[in-house]
């Protein structure tokens, strides 16, 4: 089955201490992305990936670190949140080869709160 | 930058209803736009992508235009039932990156 998975879904923590969202996909796509959602402001990207090796910052990237060393994970790493990185986080792929299927496919969600 | 806009915000229609929902855009250079739906608490569920040389596209009772010189795009959903109470978002892809909208929050009343 084609999915997206990030771990954890749901995370509590204070600030300062350092913690890693993972994310992986099995569909073997090139293109992967971070978002966060907060009410009114919808879905922002905070950095996207083209390929193993490849990021760029994305609309919202102060405060987050990314690393592309294989394909099909794409971990998010926030070395000392803050309350205002309290939101709800998205991972999401995309087959920039094309085919049949040219949609992003998001994973479930990790709720974060930030104390 | 590319700024994603749409109304309304929150839409509350009786049951068997057709609607339609807005979505604008301010750079006309996408690669395509797609609508997805949300349930609260929950991940984006894909309901229909336009590529930027086509007009439009139809699944089931769902149909999506784009007219993209304009930078719109609206999606229309017919007979409207109250498992499509969800939120609306629209999404467009420029250059690498992705843009969305705030979204539409849709009730159906039985």
């Known amino acids: 089955e084609a999915q997206v998975t990030q771990n954890p879904r749901y995370l509590i923590t204070v600030t300062g201490k350092k913690l890693t969202v993972t994310c992986s996909q099995n569909?073997?796509?090139?293109?992967m992305s971070w978002y966060r959602q907060d009410p009114g402001l919808g879905l922002r990207q905070i950095y996207y990936?083209?390929?193993?090796?490849?990021?760029d910052k994305g609309d919202v990237p102060e405060g987050y670190k990314v690393s592309r060393k294989e394909k099909r994970n794409f971990p998010l790493i926030l070395e000392s949140p803050s309350p205002n990185q309290t939101s709800l986080y998205f991972c999401?792929?995309?087959?920039?080869?094309?085919?049949?299927?040219?949609?992003?496919?998001f994973g479930p969600g990790t709720r974060l709160t930030v104390l | 930058k590319q700024e994603v806009t749409q109304i309304p915000a929150a839409l509350s229609v009786p049951e068997g209803e057709n609607l339609v929902l807005n979505c604008s855009f301010t750079?006309?250079?996408?690669?395509?736009l797609q609508w997805f739906r949300q349930d609260p608490g929950k991940g984006l569920t894909s309901l229909l992508l336009?590529?930027?040389?086509?007009r439009e596209q139809t699944s089931g009772r769902l149909n999506a235009s784009l007219d993209k010189s304009s930078g719109r795009s609206t999606l229309y959903i017919a007979a409207s039932q109250p498992g499509d109470s969800a939120t609306y978002l629209c999404?467009?892809?420029?250059?690498?990156?992705?843009?969305f909208g705030t979204g539409t929050s849709l009730t159906v009343i039985p």
């Open positions: 999401a792929s995309y087959p920039l080869a094309g085919g049949p299927i040219d949609t992003q496919y």
């Open positions: 569909m073997n796509h090139e293109y």
């Open positions: 990936s083209m390929n193993v090796e490849v990021t």
């Open positions: 750079d006309s250079a996408i690669y395509n």
């Open positions: 336009i590529q930027s040389s086509q």
């Open positions: 999404a467009v892809k420029t250059g690498n990156q992705f843009y």
